[in-house]
């Protein structure tokens, strides 16, 4: 991350960045992407809770073939949520929510 900023990269792909961070790195990581710092960001990244957070388009693959590309808004609709994770997820109140 740090030699994307200082070269001023045009497009930086995150690859899992936030895999086994604490939430206090989850977080400065998440100010960071909010951040100007960065030009183009493609994130990859199996935390949906980031991803939700950081309301960038989706790009969602299954066994390497393209099942959505779209909004963010799109993506996270509970109809969605559903097809892609089956009943292991929903969005209630703003939040996404592990359906136990």
């Known amino acids: 991350m740090a030699s994307s900023i200082i070269h001023d990269a045009h497009i930086t792909i995150f690859d899992e960045l936030t895999a086994n961070l604490d939430i206090s790195r989850l977080k400065e990581v998440f100010d960071i992407f909010n951040g100007d710092l960065l030009n183009q960001k493609i994130v990859i990244t199996h935390n949906l809770d980031l ?48 359906n136990l």
């Open 51 to 98: 991803a939700y957070a950081l309301k960038y388009k989706v790009l969602f693959l299954k066994d390497g073939i393209i099942e959505f590309f779209g909004s963010h808004d799109e993506f996270f609709d509970n109809k969605n949520l559903k097809r892609f994770y089956k009943d292991t997820i929903i969005k209630l109140d703003n939040h996404l929510v592990v």
